[in-house]
């Protein structure tokens, strides 16, 4: 059963950083392409950023977030970072971590709150 559990959220100044963590089980880790997606309150899900299976060589990010995240994996730990830098007001939402299996389908963790706020 696969289970993905995400962490390091929390409340940060505008400007701040933060970095996500998401711990994988249950699956052999390094054959699945991750995710990082969010739900601001009002708006629907949104992708972040992406990164490829294995080395995760090859990683996408949504315009608004170009250049202040950075999305890795530590497939040693089954692990995928959202590391978020510059943060702004409007980066507040829901984080949540995203697994696709080679077959297609799809995982999610339970998410963890980020808000940037002074």
């Known amino acids: 059963q696969v289970r993905l559990v995400e962490s390091g959220g929390g409340l940060v100044l505008p400007g701040g950083s933060l970095r996500l963590s998401c711990a994988a089980s249950?699956?052999?880790?390094?054959?699945?392409?991750m995710a990082w997606y969010r739900q601001a309150p009002g708006k629907e899900r949104e992708a972040v950023a992406t990164v490829s299976s294995g080395s995760g060589r090859s990683t996408s990010y949504t315009d608004s977030v170009q250049g202040r995240f950075t999305i890795s994996r530590d497939n040693a730990k089954s692990t995928v970072y959202l590391q978020m830098n510059s943060l702004k007001p409007e980066d507040t939402a829901v984080y949540y971590c995203?697994?696709?299996?080679?077959?297609?389908?799809?995982?999610w963790g339970q998410g963890t709150q980020v808000t940037v706020s002074s």
């Open positions: 249950g699956t052999a880790f390094s054959l699945n392409a």
């Open positions: 995203k697994l696709k299996t080679p077959d297609f389908r799809d995982y």
